[in-house]
T-cell receptor, first 113, second 115 residues
Framework: LAKTTQPISMDSYEGQEVNITCSHNNIATNDYITWYQQFPSQGPRFIIQGYKTKVTNEVASLFIPADRKSSTLSLPRVSLSDTAVYYCLVGDAQGSTLGRLYFGRGTQLTVWP | NAGVTQTPKFQVLKTGQSMTLQCAQDMNHEYMSWYRQDPGMGLRLIHYSVGAGITDQGEVPNGYNVSRSTTEDFPLRLLSAAPSQTSVYFC??????????????FGPGTRLTVT
């Protein structure tokens, strides 16, 4: 089961780019990397998912190096509303059955004015 | 679409009582799961289901039962509530992509207190 390690907290200012790195040394060949965002008193919300290289959508980019032992979530030009906990998950796919996604403690991102 | 709905929003139980947390989704997702989140902690997977009639244990399954008789519903049963089960419970659903849950949609949560 691939575990993940993220910084507990990060601070940034409005308008800056934020990069949150996740370590997953034991990632398996079939595993995907997924990031979620959670605001207080709400369920997590999907941000982005990738397998290798770079994935970009309208809210974030995900960079995955060739060895896939880490990944970096990049949030461009953050605003106060991006203050949240960000979780990195590594999918544990098991053949034809669905795997299990495990959340760690996540990274508390605080954006200051 | 209502998305993922959970009932009740809040619940207080006495130790030893049993209850069922309800979860329903209207997106025809095959994958559903239950998580618990304790203060200052991440989410921990309790049970999950890859389709009607199929369930499996997650990281912290003890004290909980699930069943999946329909695609839409995935109830979580607490057999004999204990104070250690005080937590916020989230239900989620998604379709799968190459065997991995993709873009899970989470419900609003049920805040459970066991006294």
């Amino acid at each position: 089961l691939a575990k993940t390690t993220q910084p507990i907290s990060m601070d940034s200012y409005e308008g800056q780019e934020v990069n949150i790195t996740c370590s997953h040394n034991n990632i398996a060949t079939n595993d995907y990397i997924t990031w979620y965002q959670q605001f207080p008193s709400q369920g997590p919300r999907f941000i982005i998912q990738g397998y290798k290289t770079k994935v970009t959508n309208e809210v974030a980019s995900l960079f995955i190096p060739a060895d896939r032992k880490s990944s970096t979530l990049s949030l461009p030009r953050v605003s106060l509303s991006d203050t949240a906990v960000y979780y990195c998950l590594v999918g544990d796919a098991q053949g034809s059955t669905l795997g299990r996604l495990y959340f760690g403690r996540g990274t508390q991102l605080t954006v200051w004015p | 679409n209502a998305g993922v709905t959970q009932t009740p929003k809040f619940q207080v139980l006495k130790t030893g009582q049993s209850m069922t947390l309800q979860c329903a989704q209207d997106m025809n997702h095959e994958y559903m799961s239950w998580y618990r989140q304790d203060p200052g902690m991440g989410l921990r997977l309790i049970h999950y289901s890859v389709g009607a009639g199929i369930t499996d244990q997650g990281e912290v399954p003890n004290g909980y039962n699930v069943s999946r008789s329909t695609t839409e519903d995935f109830p979580l049963r607490l057999l004999s509530a204990a104070p250690s089960q005080t937590s916020v419970y989230f239900c989620a659903s998604s379709y799968s992509f190459r065997g991995v849950p993709y873009e899970q949609y989470f419900g609003p949560g049920t805040r459970l207190t066991v006294t």
